[in-house]
């Protein structure tokens, strides 16, 4: 690095440190042309900072952590939920079922189980207080360790899950780092996650779990890369534990497991196959190394099926582990009441919250016109069979056999489920974010800049969305994404 380099980098690095720090202390969510300026300017230095060090990987982790322990002894003022996270661990330590129970109930009963609950309650807001926690098994436990080590201070509360979330972005980097080796990609990439300044704030400031649940998929993919496939599915049950969104990914594991051809198996996977062949076949595939190094040789029909069965049934054990993993973790929580107060949570999203849609406000302003209300109960149901179907187009019909189209299917199918979904929180989009890493697709970090308009909602009292800066935001991406899509599609890369 010349002297040059040095100072922009350092200037560029200082730059950033004080637009994270009044993020941090001082911004208030309702000051959205702040935030706005703050949010380009960041976007911008992480640009120019990515360039003038591409090529020092280890300075670049150290600012990315720099970055994230600014926040280190803030209170998240962008988003409310690390009340009711704080609240769930405490009650969890405390011996009660966080899935059976309301804040709401204690309150109203002046029955205070856990210290400092007036407090929490009051954080929280009587909405998110009167319904029944969402957050999966994993995350509780992250809730809990909050609860174990700071029960009676919010802010020690929030540090303790904060540096949790710094070590799953630390985890990150090491597991994102040999995935890219192993695909071939520029280890760099993985900073456009670690540095991406919605990453940082809403994740590490904010205190959203999402880098918990994308540390275990990320290991789990790179699980997958090595063949290391039952680990890779117990990983993948701990991500889904964390957040549920991972389970939407489980059809396009198919064809990874089932169109394995003889040109990429391990030895040990011929002479397992070998064994099943009939003599004569037997012969003819003794030479294994030969085999292998003949990529131009097709395998028989009786070998392509045998090979099929194979991976058929490797892809099911991969489903009942996953599964059963989900289901362990889930266990100690399960009661007759349980059942019916976690999905009636999880179906809020899909029946009752709205915010900072794309296709479902248009849907929404259908229903206006031919039935004079909001559809939101119909829409709502009909969204997630749009996006299953798509999953299963992605599944069968376009080739997901090698890992960056094994990740760049799961990157779509994870995008179409939020166009069509009815809520998109900023923070939902780290995962894109961390998906495009692997690929050669970048419309998810023009997203990631775009959606500070969607915090345009809290300037306005009583809270309002403002459909012009949200119509701002989808025409960026889906301008983005069209460019993408018809640039690969003349490469023949999609």
């Known amino acids: 690095m010349d002297a040059q380099q040095k100072r922009t980098a350092i200037l560029l690095t200082f730059i950033s440190l004080i637009g994270y720090f009044f993020v941090a202390y001082f911004l208030e969510r309702t000051h959205f042309y702040q935030l706005l300026f703050i949010w380009i300017g960041l976007f911008a230095s992480t640009y120019y900072l990515l360039k003038t060090l591409k090529n020092h990987f280890y300075i670049l982790v150290g600012i990315a952590i720099l970055f994230r322990l600014i926040f280190l002894i803030s209170i998240p003022n962008l988003s409310q939920d690390f009340y009711r996270f704080i609240w769930d661990g405490r009650m969890l330590f405390a011996g ?3 899935y059976i129970s309301l804040p709401l109930t204690f309150i ?3 029955n205070y189980p856990i210290p400092q609950a007036i407090n929490l309650f009051s954080g929280m807001g009587d909405f998110n207080g009167s319904h029944y926690t969402n957050y999966a098994p994993v995350n509780q436990l992250c809730f809990f360790i909050a609860a174990l080590f700071a029960n009676k201070s919010i802010l020690g509360s929030v540090v303790v899950m904060r540096i949790l979330i710094i070590t799953a972005d630390v985890g990150i980097l090491y597991f994102g780092k040999k995935l890219l080796k192993k695909m071939n990609l520029p280890i760099n990439n993985i900073f456009w996650y670690a540095l991406n300044p919605l990453v940082i704030i809403e994740l590490t400031g904010n205190l959203h779990f999402e880098s918990v649940m994308l540390f275990f998929l990320i290991f789990s993919l790179y699980q997958l ?3 290391k496939w039952m680990w890779a599915a117990i990983l993948l049950g701990l991500s889904v534990s964390v957040k549920l969104i991972p389970l939407l990914f489980l059809p396009l594991f198919y064809q990874w497991f089932t169109s394995t051809t003889l040109s990429n198996l391990t030895s040990t996977t011929l002479s397992n196959l070998t064994s099943t062949l009939s003599a004569d076949r037997q012969d003819s595939l ?7 190094a003949n990529k131009t040789k097709q395998p028989s029909l009786k070998e392509r099926f045998l090979l099929k069965l194979n991976g058929f049934k490797k892809l099911l054990a991969f489903y009942g582990i996953t599964l059963t993993t989900i289901v362990l973790l889930f266990l100690p929580f399960y009661s007759s ?40 109960a119909i829409i709502g ?28 299917a799961l990157l779509f199918g994870l995008s179409l489920y939020y166009f069509f979904t009815t809520t998109v929180h900023p923070w939902y989009l780290a995962t894109l974010v961390a998906l495009s890493v692997f690929t050669k697709y970048k419309f998810s970090l023009v997203w990631s800049l775009a959606i500070v308009f969607s915090y345009h909602v809290y300037a306005t009292n009583p809270w309002k969305e403002n459909l012009y800066w949200v119509a701002l935001e989808y025409l960026i991406v889906f301008g983005v994404l069209a460019f993408e899509i018809s640039r690969n599609t003349l490469k023949k890369t999609f």
């Open 96 to 98: 009660y079922n966080p």
């Open 337 to 376: 009441k349980f059942v019916d107060s976690y999905t009636n949570s999880v179906g809020l999203w899909f029946k009752t919250f709205e915010y900072n849609a794309s296709f479902y406000y248009i849907f929404r302003e259908i229903g206006y016109l031919f039935r004079g209300w909001n559809e939101i």
């Open 286 to 292: 003794s030479n294994q190394n030969s085999v292998i």
């Open 225 to 227: 890369q090595q063949q």
């Open 108 to 110: 109203e009963q002046q």
């Open 381 to 408: 149901k009909i969204m997630p069979f749009i996006t299953l179907l798509f999953l299963g187009s992605i599944t069968f019909f376009r080739k997901n056999k090698t890992p960056i189209q094994l990740v760049t």
